[in-house]
């Protein structure tokens, strides 16, 4: 299959974990892929990956925290692929500090709500003149269960998460007469970086997050395959109706394909039920 051929994708945090997993399936999907990471080491295996499933990227240094780099890395891809990306996928995070609130270092835990608060929000900013001015365009933001209740020592990570919820609800609104669709993708547990800062957390996490973590570890948790299906179809037309959602890989998401949402459906306002 080959959907997207000729269609631009922007993935941050493409270097590892989820955001190299999207990467790969696009890739096969036939998307003109562009990769922004810290890492120029994990952009260049990923970049080897890529070229194994038949695809190429273009690769870009850049922090998701810094408004002016994530303006340079959409420019390098109208310049390489002759317009701004058709589709932004926001996969860049970081756990910040396990720990107690009061015993968090300050500096770390607004470092962590940078990359993944306003890592987004930057994100956003830098692909939107564009995809406005073109009349479309899909964002999809991943959130890794921001509508669950709180879990201890993860103060900085579910902060942000759930800042970026809100966020991708209040301004989906805005793109609607625009055709512009944003949403927010729950892909469920995965075996990444932050599985395994999680395990080396030991006893300052919830003994039950901690023993998740290790069963993701030892099964590899979702599989790739069944969240790149929920990430294509956020990305492709058929989802031009759905807009300002939280989907996990857990609902029933193919029921919006041929649905008319309510205003409150597949919402952050699922906690505690």
Known sequence: MKGFQNKSVLITGGG???????????????AR??????????LDLTHIEIEQSGGNALRIR???ADPEQMAVAVDRVRVTYGN?????ICAAGVSGPLQTFL??????????????LMGVVNS??????????????????????????PKLHFSSYLTAKTAVVRFVESIAPELVEHNVQINCLDPGPA?????????RAGDRVDP????????????????????????????????????????SIEDDWKKLKNIILRPDAFTLRRVGK
């Open 103 to 116: 015993q968090s270092s300050m500096k770390q835990w607004t470092e962590a709500l940078n990359i993944n």
């Open 33 to 42: 892929l562009a990769l922004v990471a810290r890492s120029k080491a994990e």
């Open 208 to 247: 039950a997050i901690a023993a998740g973590a290790i069963s993701t570890r030892r099964t590899g948790g979702t599989s790739p395959e069944e969240q790149m299906k929920v990430a294509e179809f956020l990305a492709s037309e058929s989802s031009n109706h759905v807009t300002g959602r939280l989907i």
């Open 124 to 149: 956003v900013r830098a692909v939107l003149p564009g995809m406005v001015e073109r009349r479309r365009g899909k964002i999809v933001v991943l959130v890794c269960e921001a509508g669950i209740a």
């Open 16 to 30: 590892r974990g989820i955001g190299k997993r999207l990467a790969i399936g696009f890739a096969k999907l036939g």
């Open 191 to 199: 075996y990444t970086s932050l599985t395994d800062e999680i395990i």
């Open 84 to 88: 701004v990306p058709d589709v932004l």
């Open 62 to 64: 850049g922090d998701v």
